[in-house]
């Protein structure tokens, strides 16, 4: 089955960086989007960031001017550049990607724990 399977994660101090990256592997044959969630304890998950198979880039309001996302969609790997962390940045962040197996993501990572300390 397909597998996603994130990196990166750990401790950081507020206003530092962290880089984080996802491979996925499988019978996959097509990637349209992958992008990034995190939820935090207590919290409901939500959107971070995407981009599409031809470089369509998408952020939440949150992380705009902060986060960067990159990758090679064909190639169903991505990253996410994390700069400037705040301490309400804390969460687990997961990947995910669109395949077109069904409406919206398909498969989803594990997560990687990314705390920010004030």
């Known amino acids: 089955q397909v597998q996603l399977v994130e990196s990166g994660g750990g401790v950081v101090q507020a206003g530092g960086s962290l880089t984080l990256s996802c491979s996925a592997s499988g019978r996959i044959f097509s990637t349209y989007t992958m992008g990034w969630f995190r939820q935090a304890p207590g919290k409901d998950r939500e959107f971070v960031a995407s981009i599409t198979w031809n470089g369509i880039t998408n952020y939440a309001d949150f992380v705009k001017g902060r986060f960067t996302i990159s990758g090679d969609v064909a190639k169903n790997t991505v990253a996410l550049q994390m700069n400037s962390l705040k301490p309400e940045d804390t969460a687990a962040y997961y990947c995910?990607?669109?395949?077109?197996?069904?409406?919206?993501?398909?498969?989803w990572g594990q997560g990687t724990q990314v705390t920010v300390s004030s």
């Open positions: 995910a990607e669109e395949t077109g197996r069904s409406s919206g993501y398909d498969y």
